[in-house]
């Protein structure tokens, strides 16, 4: 929504002479007005158009102010909305409190005076206007931060077949030349100088697959999230010396589409290396539950815990590698959950699931 687009001012009066005037006392706001001559009437229109700024006469047949402003408040959609109350009875602190209760922002008497109506009216519009403009800036940083954890992702691929096939191959015939000279050499100290050479040839070769599997695990593509979150954890618990379990259900899991796979697995990673920075922990366990119609992946550590404002995803209290962690989550139409276990943290996220084809399970994505 841009700076000046209009908003929905809506009107509610069962009588038209005063809803023209509500109309002629607003007109110079420059929004759009809508009028509707009763509560049912009204109720229709929100359901079908979005409305910054709700005003409504108190006394009217059928469904008076107050029971309209209760059934509004009751959509999970206008529980901000703002609403007005305008009286020319119902005038008394308990019509008032009443009032508020049902959920009204502000209450007008009669007779209306025009420069407070639109003082009134023009701040909760524009609140509104506001609100639309950071829902779509959110938007928009969420489509950015998803385009670039997938460009991370094929980063991360690229970086690691390059590694395995370029430095990786020069390294493996460096390693064949190394050992072909040890058997053509006759020298004590040259043999011995270029079997050490060869071992250290030999050490960097396994670094490099290690980098290489950990950027992109092949097996990721070519047998699925069970067999990559199997070596991930198989190769924390030797990598690092905490002991990390892994748990899937149902114990045959079934492949999944390849981005959701690819995401599981990265929240995973992520959230096990942030038990190995910060948690302090001798154990962890990963588990993952495919059950109606959802995935819940939990990563658990024994660890000193988190302070309670991150545990609650407070702004500003989390860090880049939980961040991350919620934007893949939200990518997929999931969410985070983060608890303190005593010990320990709990890190869970919850998403939809989405199988995999027999042509996608078996294609390298």
Known sequence: MSQHEKVNILMVDDQPSKLLTYEVMLAELGENLIKANSGREALQLLLNTDVAVVLMDVSMPEIDGFELAGMIRQ?????????????????????????????????????????????????????????????????????LS????????????????????????????AKIMLDSLIRQSRAPGQEKAIGEASEIVDRAIRQVRSMSHLLHPPLLDE??????????????????????????????????????????????????????????????????????????????????????????????SIGVGIGGIRERARELGGELRMMNAYPGTIVEVLIPVIAASPREAFATV
Do not use: C
């Open 146 to 173: 998803t385009q670039l954890m997938t460009a991370q992702d094929e980063e991360r691929r690229r970086i690691a077949w390059d590694l395995h096939d370029g430095i990786g191959q020069e390294l493996a015939a």
């Open 223 to 316: 047998g699925g999230l069970f067999s990559a979150l199997r070596w991930f954890v198989e190769g924390m618990t030797e990598r690092t010396g905490i002991k990390t379990s892994l748990d899937l259900q149902p114990p045959e899991f079934p492949r999944l589409a390849p981005l959701v796979e690819r995401t599981l697995f990265r929240i995973a990673q992520e959230a096990l290396t942030n038990v190995f920075r910060h948690s302090q922990a001798g154990t962890a366990s990963v588990t993952l539950i495919q059950k109606n119609g959802s995935l819940l992946l939990t990563v658990r550590d024994d660890g000193k815990g988190v302070a309670e404002q991150t545990a609650q995803l407070q702004p500003g």
């Open 75 to 143: 959509h999970p959609r206008f529980q901000r909305t703002a609403i007005i109350f305008i009286s020319a009875v119902h005038l008394t602190d308990l019509d008032r409190l009443k009032g508020y209760q049902r959920g009204a922002v502000d209450y007008i008497s009669v007779p209306v005076v025009p420069e407070l109506l639109r003082a009134k009216v023009s701040v909760f519009a524009e609140l509104h206007r506001k609100a639309l403009q950071l829902e779509a800036l959110n938007r928009e940083l969420r489509r």
